[in-house]
Every structure is written in structure tokens, then in C-alpha cells.
């Protein structure tokens, strides 16, 4: 009596994860971009003239800003709470390191709306108040916004680079390349986020935006990669890859 010959044990790396999952993340983050970048041009009535809280100029360019970044914020939080079922199964630390940094992130972003939505509040009352007092508050939330920023958008995607690129690293989920500009752009943009704290110079220096830039480039990389091609095949999961 013939045996039949058992199926063989599956020793391939398990499959990956689900493509709609991999284009829901890769999109949220370029969501993050799409609703990060204009800000600096429509925040710029407010955070570069001090009259802005007695009257002088539009506020539509700041309120499209601060609805643009209520939408950062939550796309910044939506990429870590996608991504979590994924990362947890390679490192469970690591993941929900992730989902933290990415809801302070998050949180301090919407600091930064409201001071300036405050400012916008203020000048309604422009002309029943003294103007050096206005003056004052206005330049006041102008800072909080600032602090929140570099706080924020700057050294929270670098702890976020921190916690995410070792595991999309080492389970091989995208192209180790990927990963790996972001270690190496992290510990960058903390030096510089350091440097900027003690007023070594300004956020706006040459020195900070190149300091920015490889963390920037490796989230706008991830982001095209899972668009365009999804996750690999994972090489070190825990247990079953997550499907859609």
C-alpha cells in the first residue's frame, strides 16, 4: 500500500500583508505631505506681522491653514492605527511606540491650530481692546505655535522614524533603502531639533531644513512605495500576515 506523500511544510517567508492595506497607509501619508507643505504659505499673515491680531490682513489664508492641518493631524495619527496590526507582529514595542509618537504628533499639531485660531479670535475684539496688550497676546500664541512645531512636526517624525523603520527594516515589509534613510535621518533631525531648542538657529536656517530633509524623504518614499507596489513579503513574522 502506497503512501501518499505528505504536502510540504511552507518555508517561504509569509505572504504579505494586504494590498488595500498597504495603499490606505501609503496614502494617509501623502496626505501628510499634501496637507503639511502649503501651511507654510498660508500661516505666513500671521506668523510674520504682528498687526495681524489688530486687523491688518485676510485670515481666509489661515483658517484654509488650520483646516489643512486638522487633516494632518488626523492622517498622522490614521498611519500609525493602520500600520499597528502589521508592526505589532514583528515588534509589539516598537509598534505601540509608534502609535504614540504618532498620536503626540498629532495632539501637539492641534496645539499649534489653536493658538493660531486664537489669534483669530482676538483680533474680532481688536478695536474694544488695547493694542500693545493685543499686540503681546498675539506674539505670544505666535510662539506657542512655533514651540508646538518644532516639538511636533519636527522631532516627533524623527521618534516616529525611530520606532517604525527598525521593523519595516529587519521584516523586509518595503525595500531596505527605505528604512534605512530614515534611521540614518532621525538622529539628524534630533541633533538639529536639539540645536534649534537652545537657539543655536532659527527652524527656518539652511542647517534645519537640510537636517529635515532625509526624514522627509523617507516618509514621501514609503508613501509612494506602498501606493505604487505594497508591502513585500515579510522575512521575520511573528505569526500570520495581516490581510485586508
Known amino acids: 500500500m502506497s503512501i501518499a506523500a505528505p504536502s510540504p511544510i511552507a518555508l517561504h517567508d509569509p505572504p504579505a500583508p494586504g494590498r488595500r492595506t498597504a495603499f ?34 485676510s485670515t481666509t489664508s489661515v483658517l484654509a ?30 509598534a505601540l511606540g509608534f502609535v504614540a509618537s504618532r498620536l503626540i504628533e498629532g495632539g501637539l499639531i492641534l496645539v499649534g491650530v489653536a493658538s493660531l485660531l486664537s489669534i483669530v479670535t482676538l483680533r474680532q475684539d481688536a478695536t ?7 499686540r503681546m497676546a498675539g506674539e505670544t500664541l505666535v510662539a506657542v505655535h512655533d514651540r508646538s512645531f518644532l516639538l511636533g512636526q519636527s522631532l516627533m517624525p524623527a521618534i516616529s522614524a525611530l520606532c517604525i523603520g527598525p521593523v519595516l527594516y529587519r521584516s523586509g515589509l518595503v525595500p531596505r533603502a527605505i528604512p534605512l534613510l530614515g ?7 534630533l541633533a538639529s531639533d536639539v540645536a534649534i531648542l537652545w537657539g543655536s538657529y532659527s527652524p527656518v536656517a539652511p542647517l534645519a531644513v537640510l537636517a529635515a530633509l532625509p526624514i522627509a ?13 505594497g508591502f513585500l513579503p515579510a522575512t521575520g513574522a511573528r505569526g500570520p500576515a495581516v490581510g485586508d
Do not use: Q
Open 65 to 94: 491653514g488650520a483646516c489643512l492641518e486638522v487633516l494632518l493631524a488626523l492622517s498622522c495619527v490614521g498611519t500609525a492605527v493602520v500600520l499597528f496590526p502589521i508592526a505589532r507582529r514583528h515588534s509589539e514595542a516598537a
Open 24 to 57: 490606505v497607509v501609503g496614502a494617509l501619508y501623502l496626505v501628510t505631505f499634501l496637507t503639511s507643505v502649503p501651511t507654510v504659505a498660508l500661516y505666513r499673515p500671521v506668523l510674520e506681522h504682528s498687526d495681524f491680531v489688530l486687523g491688518a490682513g
Open 128 to 134: 474694544l481692546a488695547d493694542p500693545a496688550a493685543l
Open 183 to 189: 534611521l540614518l535621518g532621525a538622529p539628524l533631525l
Open 217 to 229: 524623504l523617507w516618509e514621501l518614499a514609503l508613501a509612494v512605495w506602498l501606493v505604487a507596489r
